[in-house]
C-alpha cells in the first residue's frame, strides 16, 4: 500500500469531524452547512469600506475615514462576524482549542493577498493576559499563514503591549480608544528589521471598531513613518458606532 492509499484508507477509517457539531465531513474540520454560513466581504453580493472593511451599501471610502484617516491604508478582512465565526473564534480563545487556529488559517488563507508586505505584525498581548490564556491568538493564526523563509516574513514581537488594559469587548467605541491609547511599544530589536521594510500588515482575530489596530499602526508610524499599513483581521464586525 503506498502512501495515498494509505491517506485515503486513514481517512475512510477516520473521516473528519465538524468542530462544531461533531459530525463527520469530507474534505474540512467543519461541515458543509456551516461552510455556508460564513459570510466574507469579498462574496460578490458584499461590499465595504476599502480602508477599514466596515460594511456598505456600495464599494468605497466610508465618511468615517475619510473623515479620519486610521493609520493603517486598507482592511483585509476574511469573514465577517456572524454566529458561525463567533462560535469558532471564541472556542480557540478561549476554550483553549488551539488546533482551530489551523482550521481558521486554512479557511482564511485562500483570500488573503499577501504580494508586496514585508512583514506580518501579531497584536500582542499584555503579559498578564498571556499567563492567563496560555498564547496569543493572533499569533497563533499569523504562525499557521506565515511558514518557511518566503515573504512575508514574521515578527512575533516587533510589537509590545507595555500595559494591561481590560478586555475591548466590553467597552463601546470610544472606551475602546481611550483603552488602547499608549500601550503599545516598539521593540528594540526589530527595529533595524522594520526600517528595512516598505509595507507590513498588523494582524488581529476580530476587527469591531479597528482601535487596537489602529493604535499599533500609529506606534509604528511614529518611529517608521515610510512604513505601509495593512490591517488583517480574520473577522470583521460591525461597528455601530464612531469607528476609529
Known amino acids: 500500500m503506498n502512501m495515498t492509499q494509505f491517506e485515503s484508507f486513514e481517512k475512510w477509517l477516520f473521516p473528519p469531524r465538524c468542530v462544531l457539531s461533531g459530525k463527520a465531513t469530507q474534505d ?3 461541515a458543509d452547512d456551516y461552510l455556508r454560513k460564513l459570510s466574507r466581504p469579498a462574496d460578490a453580493d458584499k461590499k465595504g469600506c476599502f480602508v477599514c472593511a466596515e460594511p456598505l451599501a456600495v464599494d468605497g471610502v466610508c465618511g468615517r475615514c475619510l473623515q479620519s484617516p486610521p493609520a493603517f491604508e486598507q482592511t483585509q478582512a476574511g469573514f465577517y462576524y456572524t454566529s458561525v465565526m463567533q462560535d469558532l473564534i471564541q472556542a480557540f480563545k478561549y476554550q483553549q482549542q488551539l488546533h482551530l487556529g489551523r482550521l481558521l488559517a ?3 488563507q485562500p483570500h488573503l493577498a499577501m504580494q508586496g508586505v514585508d512583514a506580518v505584525i501579531p497584536v500582542p498581548l499584555h503579559a498578564d493576559r498571556l499567563l492567563e490564556r496560555g498564547f ?3 499569533l497563533e493564526l ?3 499563514l506565515v511558514s518557511g523563509d518566503e515573504h512575508p516574513q514574521l515578527l512575533p514581537f516587533a510589537v509590545r503591549r507595555i500595559k494591561a488594559t481590560a478586555a475591548q469587548a466590553l467597552l463601546d467605541a ?5 483603552n488602547v491609547r499608549g500601550v503599545f511599544a516598539v521593540d528594540a530589536a526589530a527595529k533595524k528589521t522594520l526600517a528595512a521594510c516598505r509595507q507590513v500588515a498588523i494582524l ?3 476587527m469591531t471598531t479597528g482601535a487596537t489596530l489602529n493604535q499599533v499602526a500609529l506606534t509604528l508610524k511614529a518611529q517608521f513613518p515610510h512604513l ?3 490591517a488583517w483581521a480574520l473577522a470583521r464586525a460591525r461597528s455601530h458606532a464612531s469607528d476609529l
Do not use: F, S, Y
Open 228 to 230: 505601509k499599513i495593512q
Open 204 to 206: 488581529d482575530d476580530v
Open 136 to 138: 496569543n491568538q493572533a
Open 28 to 30: 474540512w474540520d467543519l
Open 142 to 144: 499569523a504562525r499557521q
Open 106 to 108: 486554512q479557511l482564511w
Open 174 to 178: 470610544q472606551q475602546r480608544q481611550q
